[in-house]
């Protein structure tokens, strides 16, 4: 397919009427009634809209949140607050009749053909299902319109009466898509539709989708790791990390110059599909914190290599910088560790707890490099704390003096550019330096 048929097909499809609006929604899953415990924040108060006829394409790194997502959105999971308004009614409180309704306008396309599909159930019944649960019309029109769903999905007649397993992975998702359009819904939450199936299988599924989203007027949402992929189908991108939406704008627009720290990074660690060309490539450090434990500011400030420092340390060495982070990320880490058997047995006849000597990792991370006297006596003052068993002191003690906004201020959703793209970053205020061009001195 080429691109100016995609972009032109895309153009006609995409109306402006809002199909999904969703306001700061939030879904949290807490420890079966454990006291004290703090739930999982998997979604974590998100907002955006979705226009009839688009694709807006959901990407992050594992564990971010996007099927928790997904799955509120098809009241698969309970919201914990917030609201999403399908045409204008909010879903998180349907119930009886409005329920069965909703349920036939939104369906859900999964990863993983091969778990998702009923092995004792013949293909033909396997799609039917849906029309029988919600009554839809006579016996035989039920089994007419499933003849007619294989044919829109490209398989075959006489596929009716054979099992799942007598299907290759592409023909397999190729049912589930069928049944998925069986009740004629308005939005489909695909969640990585093709991330089980080969490269060339991959494809086919996409340009099916693509027809289908074109026939039947049908507005996606879809959930993917695989950026290129994304790039290929969706018109919008959203970027989730650690339960929030990082940015969210025209896929075109946020490919070629991303706004977002975070999409900045998600970017750069796509590999170049040409050698001869030069690309710099930022490297995240460590991983994204617990959803059980966010960060206060923003939810990419423990990671960010552009994040905004203290006025008076504007000027300090960037590899000193970026190892008081890494040392704040170790005493992170220390608090979040579990207590070792004999640290247990230790505290329980009453010995200090003492982990990894803080004098040891200070030697390691700054031992190179040349600290300013003072910084190193902050860094040694928190190493104490740490030392006697404070971590949380230790990391208060840090955050004061090394944070800035981004530790303590939760960003809005800024604009940028003039195609309605949004991105959760200090940075896009303007008595701060843009991420792009902080970026542009890192890899200098
Ligand atoms: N049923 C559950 N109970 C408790 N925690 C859960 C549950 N389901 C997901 N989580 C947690 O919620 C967070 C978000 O998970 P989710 O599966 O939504 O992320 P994801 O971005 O879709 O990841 P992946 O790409 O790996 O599927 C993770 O920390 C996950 O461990």
Not at 217 to 224: P, R, S
Request: with cysteine; proline share 5%; glycine share 6%.
């Amino acid at each position: 397919m080429s691109t100016t048929s995609t972009e032109e097909s895309k153009m006609t499809r995409e109306t402006q009427e809002t199909l999904l609006e969703v306001d700061d929604l939030k879904t949290y899953y807490e420890d079966g009634g454990l006291l004290n415990s703090n739930p999982v924040k998997a979604v974590d108060g998100v907002s955006f809209e979705i226009t009839r006829g688009e694709t807006l394409g959901l990407v992050g790194e594992s564990g971010c949140g996007k099927s928790t997502l997904g799955r509120t959105l098809m009241r698969l999971e309970e919201a914990t607050a917030g609201e999403v308004k399908l045409n204008g009614t909010d879903i998180t409180t349907l119930s009886g009749a409005d329920l069965k309704q909703f349920r036939n306008d939104v369906q859900m396309v999964f990863q993983d053909p091969d778990s998702s599909l009923n092995e004792r159930m013949t293909v033909g019944e396997i799609i039917r299902e849906p029309l029988d649960v919600h009554d839809w019309k006579t016996p035989d029109e039920r089994r007419a319109r499933v003849r007619e769903l294989l044919e829109t999905v490209g398989l075959q007649e006489e596929h009716y009466y054979r099992y799942p397993h007598q299907f290759s992975g592409g023909q397999r998702q190729r049912i589930g898509i069928a049944r998925a359009l069986a009740l004629e819904p308005e939005f489909i939450i695909l969640d990585e539709p093709v991330s089980a199936l080969d490269v060339s299988v991959q494809a086919k599924i996409l340009n099916l989708l693509e027809d289908l989203q074109n026939e039947f007027g049908l507005t996606y949402l879809f959930i993917a790791h695989d950026l290129a992929v994304v790039r290929h189908i969706c018109d919008r991108v959203a970027v989730m990390y650690l339960g929030n939406i990082m940015e969210i704008g025209p896929a075109d627009e946020m490919f070629e110059s991303p706004a977002n720290p975070y999409t900045h990074a998600l970017l750069s660690s796509i590999p170049e599909p040409d050698p001869t060309v030069a690309r710099d490539r930022i490297t995240l450090r460590g991983t994204p914190p617990s959803p059980r434990d966010p960060p206060a500011g923003c939810p990419f400030s423990t990671r960010c290599p552009v994040k905004i420092r203290p006025d008076q340390y504007t000027d300090l060495d960037d590899d000193v910088w970026e190892r008081i982070e890494v040392f704040r990320e170790v005493l992170r880490e220390r608090s979040r560790a579990e207590l070792s058997l004999s640290d247990r047995v230790r505290k329980l006849i009453g010995r200090e707890t003492v982990q990894a000597g803080m004098d040891d990792t200070l030697t390691e991370l700054f031992g190179g490099l040349s600290v300013p006297v003072s910084v190193m006596d902050h860094l040694k003052e928190a190493a104490d704390y740490a030392e006697n068993g404070d971590e949380d002191a230790a990391r208060a003690y840090l955050r004061e003096e090394f944070g800035s906004v981004c530790d303590s201020e939760r960003p809005d959703q800024l604009g940028v550019g003039d195609r309605g793209r949004l991105s959760l970053c200090h940075r896009h205020d303007e008595q701060y330096d843009e991420p792009a061009a902080v970026f542009e001195t890192l890899v200098q």
